[in-house]
T-cell receptor, first 115, second 111 residues
Framework: EAEVAQSPRYKITEKSQAVAFWCDPISGHATLYWYRQILGQGPELLVQFQDESVVDDSQLPKDRFSAERLKGVDSTLKIQPAELGDSAMYLC?????????????FGPGTRLTVT | QKEVEQNSGPLSVPEGAIASLNCTYSDRGSQSFFWYRQYSGKSPELIMSIYSNGDKEDGRFTAQLNKASQYVSLLIRDSQPSDSATYLCAVTNTGGFKTIFGAGTRLFVKA
């Protein structure tokens, strides 16, 4: 069964350090999403890609967060410098939106702890 | 007013009962509606999608949509302890460009 892959699964970092997360969507899915989920809340969209283009990054804190999907397949989300408030679950999802399916499938997530 | 609202719970039901989870949304032009199940410490898992008014059944799960009332619900029949999780309602906005998630309802099924 096709799955979204993410790494690492867990990351502990000190504040002011840089951290990066990687995501490989389901093969053939052109739309890729990065979400942040704080405990007790629903996922909040950080950035949405259609192929290699960013189509929504309105909620991405651009002073410290960056995201790229250079070849339109896998993607990297970076935080530099990390702050204590960045501790959360970072989720990657993909969908076949360009074929009319809005169903999103999530990877296992990366649990980030900033100390 | 939040864009997608759910009762945070916890909703507690005995094993074998019907669990009813509810969700309201604010964007009248929304077209696509989803229910995700999320176990503690895990990522969301898609369990149901519904696009038109009425009921959609899949095994023990039934999704119900009423666009006039801007209301979508999920019924879980013959609830099992393994159904204990947080259930997230997700709604796409007008045009289907963006998906908004509710904060989720915690369900606890007592054995």
């Amino acid at each position: 069964e096709a799955e979204v892959a993410q790494s690492p699964r867990y990351k502990i970092t000190e504040k002011s350090q840089a951290v990066a997360f990687w995501c490989d969507p389901i093969s053939g899915h052109a739309t890729l999403y990065w979400y942040r989920q704080i405990l007790g809340q629903g996922p909040e969209l950080l950035v949405q890609f259609q192929d290699e283009s960013v189509v929504d990054d309105s909620q991405l804190p651009k002073d410290r967060f960056s995201a790229e999907r250079l070849k339109g397949v896998d993607s990297t989300l970076k935080i530099q410098p990390a702050e204590l408030g960045d501790s959360a679950m970072y989720l990657c999802a993909s969908s076949n939106r360009d074929r009319g399916s809005y169903e999103q499938y999530f990877g296992p997530g990366t649990r980030l702890t900033v100390t | 007013q939040k864009e997608v609202e759910q009762n945070s719970g916890p909703l507690s039901v005995p094993e074998g009962a019907i669990a009813s989870l509810n969700c309201t949304y604010s964007d009248r032009g929304s077209q696509s509606f989803f229910w995700y199940r999320q176990y503690s410490g895990k990522s969301p898992e898609l369990i149901m999608s519904i696009y038109s008014n009425g009921d959609k059944e899949d095994g023990r799960f039934t999704a119900q949509l009423n666009k006039a009332s801007q209301y979508v619900s999920l019924l879980i029949r013959d609830s099992q302890p393994s159904d204990s999780a947080t259930y997230l309602c997700a709604v796409t906005n007008t045009g289907g460009f963006k998906t908004i998630f509710g904060a989720g309802t915690r369900l606890f099924v007592k054995a």
